[in-house]
């Protein structure tokens, strides 16, 4: 490993991510028209073809705040850096005036990156034909340029959905055999490849949060259900690239909103009628096929590939083990990283003369990142407690 990755990795295990679940996204992405399908053939109101504008109505009804830029291209061209502010919304508020400002300045705090839809029949450590760069190297020179500029960021990779047009015989839209192959080719073949992918980059980045989003795979699961698989493909792709008309993006903004702020889709919101009428009336049902996609999308060892802190809806639970934890920085002045190790549990921070600070913060096994701007400097005790309210261990915290 580089020298310049090992001070990389030494900054984030002390002042960095996994962070927890926030309210306020600002991202940038390196996209795609998968992402943000501005040229449509099927004219729409507004930007209804494209991730962040249904991620930004969402955002509004969840009660939080959104903000973001974005360029074009595929992964050769995101890792020519600097990147630039290309993407303009009508609902959303630019986060990065690229010609006049720094990156560090926008104060970013989350990245999405997808890759092309076409690259799949090769290993992503395999350089791109006649280019001396493969994905995982142009993604290593993104990230490490991010990391460099803003080092508190969580990064995530949206999976998206393969090239159609090596599936079909007679042209656009496939057959009910052509769309069957196509679906098992997204949940196969090019699901590994994103694996693989998703696989090398946790391990590149051991101490960042590096989660990946199952853009295409939750979609697909949708529209197999019965009530969705009635649809009409020409109703939601317009091409065989394949783009999508306005219910594609509205799906994948779902998956993509559940996955970054980490809880299910707000209740409330009204699906315009430009979705489907099958998806607007069966809201609810779609949402909970696609949380039950993101939370059943894990490691071997059970951790999350999605989300970077348990989500709400996830329960204490009690391993039966030996509770302890680690925690770094210690002194600290902003936020700390509170390793569980053995078990989740609740914890609370006490000053020194025995004076309730923070009470019952919930600690899921592994990193759990803990906001202490706000304490005064001095010594505090984190005291973890068992579901008997037994204290389990007194560990001291210093602030500055």
């Known amino acids: 490993m580089s020298m310049k990755k090992n001070l990389l990795f030494f900054s984030l295990v ?72 290309q993407w303009a919304f009508d609902l959303i508020e630019g986060a990065w005036d690229s010609d006049n400002e720094p990156f560090a300045v926008a104060d970013f705090n989350t ?57 079909l015989g007679s042209g656009f839209p496939p057959a009910e055999a052509e769309w069957d192959n196509y679906n098992a080719y997204l949940n196969g073949d090019f699901h590994d490849w994103f694996l693989t992918y998703h696989d090398q980059l946790v391990a590149d980045y051991p101490f960042a949060c590096v989660k990946m989003i199952p853009v295409g795979p939750a979609i697909s699961r949708v529209l197999r259900e019965d009530l969705f698989s009635a649809i009409p493909i020409d109703n939601l792709y317009e091409d065989d690239a394949p783009h999508g008309q306005a219910t594609i993006y509205f799906l994948a903004a779902l998956t993509t909103y559940m996955a970054m702020y980490e809880e299910k889709a707000p209740e409330n919101f009204t699906v315009p009628d430009i979705i489907h009428p099958n998806v607007t009336t069966n809201y609810g049902l779609v949402v909970d096929l696609i949380w039950e996609e993101l939370e059943n999308f894990r490691f071997s060892n059970g951790e999350s590939r999605v989300f970077c ?10 391993y039966g083990v030996e509770i302890r934890v680690n925690i770094q920085p210690n002194p600290a002045s902003r936020r700390i990283i509170i390793n569980a190790i053995g078990g989740s549990h609740t914890a609370d921070i006490l000053s020194v003369d025995g004076h309730l600070v923070v009470g019952d913060i919930k600690l899921y096994k592994g990193p759990n990142e803990v906001i202490v701007k706000n304490l005064s400097a001095g010594t505090y005790l984190l005291i973890g407690k068992g579901k008997d309210g037994k204290v389990l261990y007194e560990e001291k915290i210093l602030i500055f």
């Open 14 to 85: 002390l002042f960095s991510i996994p962070l927890s679940a926030q309210k306020d996204i600002r991202t940038f992405i390196f996209g795609n028209s998968l992402i943000n399908h501005e040229f449509q053939s099927i004219p729409t109101p507004s930007q209804e073809t494209s991730v962040p504008h249904w991620f930004q109505l969402l955002s509004q009804a969840g009660g939080h705040t959104y903000n973001m830029s974005g360029q074009y291209g595929f992964l050769p061209q995101h890792a020519n850096l600097p990147p630039i502010a």
């Open 111 to 167: 990245i999405l990156i997808t890759t092309g839809n076409f690259i799949q029949f090769q290993p992503p450590s395999e350089n791109y034909p006649n280019e001396n760069i493969s994905p995982l190297s142009a993604t290593n020179t993104i990230f490490d340029w991010c990391m460099e500029e803003e080092p508190e960021m969580k990064y995530y990779i949206y999976e998206n959905w393969p090239d159609m047009a090596g599936f």
């Open 309 to 318: 802190t348990a989500p709400v809806s996830t329960a204490i639970i009690d």
